[in-house]
Antibody, heavy 120, light 107 residues
Framework: QVEHVQSGAEVKKPGASVKVSCEAS????????IHWVRQAPGQRLEWMGW????????EFSQKFQGRITITRNTPASIVYMELSTLRSEDTAIYYC?????????????WGQGTLVTVSS | DIQMTQSPPSLSGSVGDRVTITCRAS??????LNWYRQRPGKAPEVLIY???SLQSGVPRRFSGGGFGTDFSLTISGLQPEDFAIYFC?????????FGGGTRVEMK
């Protein structure tokens, strides 16, 4: 079955970087995109960006441009999201989600989420 | 960015009730609207895509409608697992944006 397993919780200091992984299984990894969505406490879901697994192209929300990097290890079916220059407002649960093109993007399978806490 | 506004922010119901949640976009998004359910401590799961299409495996008690700027999600016969938070998401143009959520609570 389709599954996305994310790396464990992280605690970081302001100004540091965090790298979260998302390992996919149960489907043709190259045939889909992987998106990253975060959910800060009490806030709405927030789309951050995505990677085309086949060609490695990425697209990011303007809000995160310059701070976010998304890469993939295709043979291992793993996607990485790195967010730099962390601040307290980046404290959130970070989800990876498989993107399907169907009248735009829909996210049909999600990882379990990774809690990133930014605190001095 | 396209702003998505959901209403109500919360509602209460009983098992078997029919409830409707609405979502309004700040500009026309045609039919590019998806609905998700998020149970406590879990990741969201897609229910409806393209405004009215039922995702495979999702029970038929869920239905969606709308076009342009105004959309709705109806649950016909609440089940215990439906007490959760529901989000709409526009997929018309990046950045993809979500509504603020509607919490469905047990009465």
């Amino acid at each position: 079955q389709v599954e996305h397993v994310q790396s464990g919780a992280e605690v970081k200091k302001p100004g540091a970087s965090v790298k979260v992984s998302c390992e996919a299984s149960g489907y043709n990894f190259r045939a889909f995109g992987i998106h990253w969505v975060r959910q800060a406490p009490g806030q709405r879901l927030e789309w951050m960006g995505w990677i085309n697994i086949d060609n490695g192209n990425t697209e990011f929300s303007q809000k995160f441009q310059g701070r976010i990097t998304i890469t993939r290890n295709t043979p291992a079916s793993i996607v990485y999201m790195e967010l730099s220059t962390l601040r307290s407002e980046d404290t959130a649960i970070y989800y990876c989600a498989r993107g399907v093109r169907s009248s735009g993007w829909l996210f049909d399978h999600w990882g379990q989420g990774t809690l990133v806490t930014v605190s001095s | 960015d396209i702003q998505m506004t959901q209403s109500p922010p919360s509602l209460s119901g009983s098992v078997g009730d029919r409830v409707t949640i609405t979502c309004r976009a700040s500009q026309s998004i045609n039919q590019y609207l998806n609905w998700y359910r998020q149970r406590p401590g879990k990741a969201p799961e897609v229910l409806i895509y393209a405004a009215s299409s039922l995702q495979s495996g999702v029970p038929r008690r869920f239905s969606g409608g709308g076009f342009g700027t105004d959309f709705s999600l109806t649950i016909s016969g609440l089940q215990p697992e439906d007490f959760a938070i529901y989000f709409c998401q526009q997929s018309f143009s990046p950045p993809l944006t979500f509504g603020g959520g509607t919490r469905v609570e047990m009465k």
